[in-house]
C-alpha cells in the first residue's frame, strides 16, 4: 500500500503507512528497508539513511540497503 501511495504521488500518505508498519513489524528488515526507498523519494535523506541502517541492522545479509548505504553516505 505505500509503495501505491507513493506511485500516486500521495507522499505523506505512504510515509504514515510505511511509519505504521514498522510499528506493527518492528523486526522487519523489509519494511525498513521500504521504508527508507520511500523517504529517499521523497527527499528525506537523512531520515532514509536511519532506515536502512536499521534494516542492515536487523538483517546483515540485506544487500541492497549496504548498497544503498554506501551511496548515501
Not at 4 to 31: E, G, H, Y
Amino acid at each position: 500500500m505505500g509503495y501505491q501511495f507513493l506511485r500516486l504521488q500521495k507522499t505523506d500518505n505512504s510515509l504514515l503507512t510505511f511509519a505504521s508498519a514498522a510499528l506493527i513489524f518492528p523486526n522487519s528488515s523489509n519494511i525498513y528497508d521500504s521504508y527508507g526507498e520511500a523517504l529517499l523519494q521523497c527527499g528525506k535523506k537523512n531520515d532514509a539513511i536511519k532506515m536502512y541502517q536499521k534494516s542492515v541492522e536487523l538483517n546483515p545479509d540485506n544487500e541492497n540497503g549496504k548498497k544503498v548505504l554506501k551511496e548515501l553516505l
